[in-house]
Nanobody, 122 residues
Framework: QVQLVESGGGLVQPGGSLRLSCAAS????????MGWYRQAPGKQRELVAT???????NYADSVKGRFAISRDNAKNTVYLQMNSLKPEDTAVYYC????????????????WGQGTLVTVSS
């Protein structure tokens, strides 16, 4: 079974930076799109950024120019570099990946990480 493990969250002051990482492990045939989502208290989960296996990226308007998503396919890892952080970026950040397992390579699974908390506050 494939698992996603996030790391890198924490407390940062407004204007600061953080880098999130998400590593996939387990029985992996291939990984397609990977992405980051976030959920603030009392709000619905929203898309932050996605990246295809070939490196095409997509961002929410609220983070364009401040956040950068990247991936290392050899390490099955996706990153989110967050700069110029604002208090409204405070949320639990979740990693997502489209995964195929060797035993059922024709089936694409949507796998989620457990989430990592990012708090932007002075």
């Amino acid at each position: 079974q494939v698992q996603l493990v996030e790391s890198g969250g924490g407390l940062v002051q407004p204007g600061g930076s953080l880098r999130l990482s998400c590593a996939a492990s387990g029985s992996i045939f291939s990984i397609g799109d990977m992405g980051w989502y976030r959920q603030a208290p009392g709000k619905q989960r929203e898309l932050v950024a996605t990246i295809t296996s070939s490196g095409t990226t997509n961002y929410a308007d609220s983070v364009k120019g401040r956040f950068a998503i990247s991936r290392d396919n050899a390490k099955n890892t996706v990153y989110l570099q967050m700069n110029s952080l604002k208090p409204e970026d405070t949320a639990v950040y979740y990693c997502n990946a489209e995964v195929r397992e060797p035993s059922s390579w024709w089936v694409q699974l949507a796998v989620w990480g457990q989430g990592t908390l990012v708090t932007v506050s002075s």
